[in-house]
T-cell receptor, first 117, second 115 residues
Framework: AQKVTQAQTEISVVEKEDVTLDCVYE???????LFWYKQPPSGELVFLIR??????QNEISGRYSWNFQKSTSSFNFTITASQVVDSAVYFC??????????????FGKGTLLTVNP | NAGVTQTPKFRVLKTGQSMTLLCAQD?????MYWYRQDPGMGLRLIHY???????AKGEVPDGYNVSRLKKQNFLLGLESAAPSQTSVYFC??????????????FGPGTRLTVL
């Protein structure tokens, strides 16, 4: 069975600090997808990124970057020069590509990030 | 495009009452899902559908029923509400699992309180 662990329950930083949110996953499948979602205080879930298991290239999008390492089963998310608007709960999720399980998105329990001015 | 919409946004029920949550998507997605989100538990899948006329159980299906009569709509029913069903309910949709763009898009959520 697959599992996603976000060991950091809460993180608090001061604006302009860099912060990394950790995500460790478990699966026996060789083909899978990893995702990050943001849930701001308003409550909606916003899709941030998808990564497939064959693409270990790191990705950067503005102040956001993602580090995918299959060797350690990790898909960490870094926010550079954090801003108050980054305050949210961030979820990491895993989706398999196998026929019977490709519908299922397994979520971590989330990390609450608070960015203080 | 409206994306994924949910009706209602808030609801208070008394124990034993019934209600239906409506989810609609305009992205022509094959798959649709209902999740519940509880403090400290993350999101848990209640039921899902891989196409019009089909539904299946997720992780926590007890006490809920679903129907998908049209591709764009997915209904979640509570026949006899219980306080344990107090939660925030999210609907999501996606293209079928093996497509490249298979990320799930979520609705804004429905906050349900059962007294």
């Amino acid at each position: 069975a697959q599992k996603v662990t976000q060991a950091q329950t809460e993180i608090s930083v001061v604006e302009k600090e860099d912060v990394t949110l950790d995500c460790v996953y478990e699966t026996r499948d060789t083909t899978y997808y990893l995702f990050w979602y943001k849930q701001p205080p308003s409550g909606e879930l916003v899709f941030l990124i998808r990564r497939n298991s064959f693409d270990e290239q790191n990705e950067i999008s503005g102040r956001y970057s993602w580090n995918f390492q299959k060797s350690t089963s990790s898909f960490n998310f870094t926010i550079t020069a954090s801003q108050v608007v980054d305050s949210a709960v961030y979820f990491c999720a895993l989706r398999l590509n196998s026929g019977g399980s490709n519908y299922k998105l397994t979520f971590g329990k989330g990390t609450l990030l608070t960015v203080n001015p | 495009n409206a994306g994924v919409t949910q009706t209602p946004k808030f609801r208070v029920l008394k124990t034993g009452q019934s209600m239906t949550l409506l989810c609609a998507q305009d992205m022509n997605h094959e798959y649709m899902y209902w999740y519940r989100q509880d403090p400290g538990m993350g999101l848990r899948l209640i039921h899902y559908s891989v196409g019009e006329g089909t539904t299946a159980k997720g992780e926590v299906p007890d006490g809920y029923n679903v129907s998908r009569l049209k591709k764009q709509n997915f209904l979640l029913g509570l026949e006899s509400a219980a306080p344990s069903q107090t939660s925030v309910y999210f609907c999501a949709s996606s293209f079928q699992g093996r497509r490249v763009g298979n990320e799930q898009f979520f609705g804004p959520g429905t906050r349900l309180t059962v007294l």
